[in-house]
């Protein structure tokens, strides 16, 4: 196993067990969305309960709310001033796992591949400040209490609006991500519907990993989504939780019928992405502890 798939499979999951001995600082305790402390990243006490958290959601994610967002190895790396490799072992003596042999290893990639990641946490967490604080969002609000999911629905599924691609370029920039690592992560600088008549925004979440987005009209154009260049939707099951386990999944067709259900309090609830499922998909859930698969499209 590589090192990615060693964090990703094994790490991450075991680690979301035992958040508090991970961040001794922060004097996590559970509940159930994940788990929440009453400090800020940097470690000072705040009136908010749930200042900073890990959340079942996004397992390998420490995010401090309205603040910062960093996976827990680069947490460590930061907190510790410890090498990547060092800080992975660390976590690794906490849970009793043992580095893969011949890990293949490049510190390159790798930050290449962490700053991927942040820019979508960071993009979404733009996206739903803007559905609560943008009186543009007034109509994706309307759509989706029309749809029968209340405001706290929407905020736990995710959901976000992006007001144009130039807003979010300014705010990305601002972070201070360059414009060619936008435009090759993002990839939606050559559609200009996204941003005008596609403004509904649903992460295209699988794993606990933000591989993209989905783009949603809630008038009458066609098709009702768009998703960025390239995401890939094939490599697993959107919703599928990153937390390791026994999982009997339930497939069903719609992003937001799958959310839906997950806020619900029904787990496992996962959707193909697309018109159909694929050997990746089964294959990416079956290392995630999927023993049980029914089918349950739409007719």
Not at 228 to 254: A, Q, R, W
Not at 257 to 286: F, H, R, Y
Request: proline content about 3%; aromatic content about 10%.
């Amino acid at each position: 196993m590589n090192l990615t798939d060693f964090i990703k499979y094994e790490l991450y999951p075991a680690l979301y067990l035992v958040i508090d001995k991970v961040f001794p600082e922060h004097k996590f305790i559970q509940f159930s969305g994940g788990w929440k402390s009453a400090t800020t990243l940097e470690g000072s006490s705040h009136s908010r309960p749930d200042k900073t958290v890990v959340s079942k959601v996004k397992p390998g994610r420490i995010l401090e709310q309205g603040g910062e967002n960093l996976s827990i190895i680069d947490y460590i790396m930061k907190r510790d001033s410890s090498s990547f490799i060092d800080a992975v072992k660390s976590l690794c003596s906490i849970t009793g796992l043992t580095l893969p042999e011949n890990p293949n290893y490049n510190p390159e990639e790798y930050k290449q591949y962490s700053r991927q990641v942040k820019l979508l946490e960071d993009c979404n967490n733009y996206f739903i400040y803007c559905v609560d604080n943008s009186d543009n969002a007034k109509d994706i609000k309307e759509y989706l209490t029309s749809r029968g999911y209340s405001l706290e629905d929407i905020k736990a599924m995710e959901l976000g609006y992006i007001t144009s691609q130039d807003k979010l370029n300014n705010r990305l920039t601002s972070l201070g991500y360059t414009q060619e690592e936008i435009n090759r992560t993002l990839n939606i600088n050559n559609d200009s519907r996204i941003g005008s008549t596609h403004g509904l925004t649903i992460p295209y979440r699988s794993g606990g990993q933000i591989k993209g987005f989905k783009f949603r009209t809630i008038g009458e154009e066609t098709p009702k989504y768009l998703n960025n260049k390239g995401l890939d939707k094939i490599g697993g099951f959107f919703n599928l939780s990153g937390i390791k386990g026994d999982k009997d999944l339930v497939i069903v067709e719609g992003e937001l019928d799958s959310l839906s259900a997950t806020v619900k309090g029904l787990d496992n609830i996962v959707a193909t992405g697309g018109s159909s499922i694929n050997p990746e998909q089964i294959k990416d859930s079956l290392k995630r502890g999927a023993k049980r698969f029914t089918i349950c499209l739409d007719s």
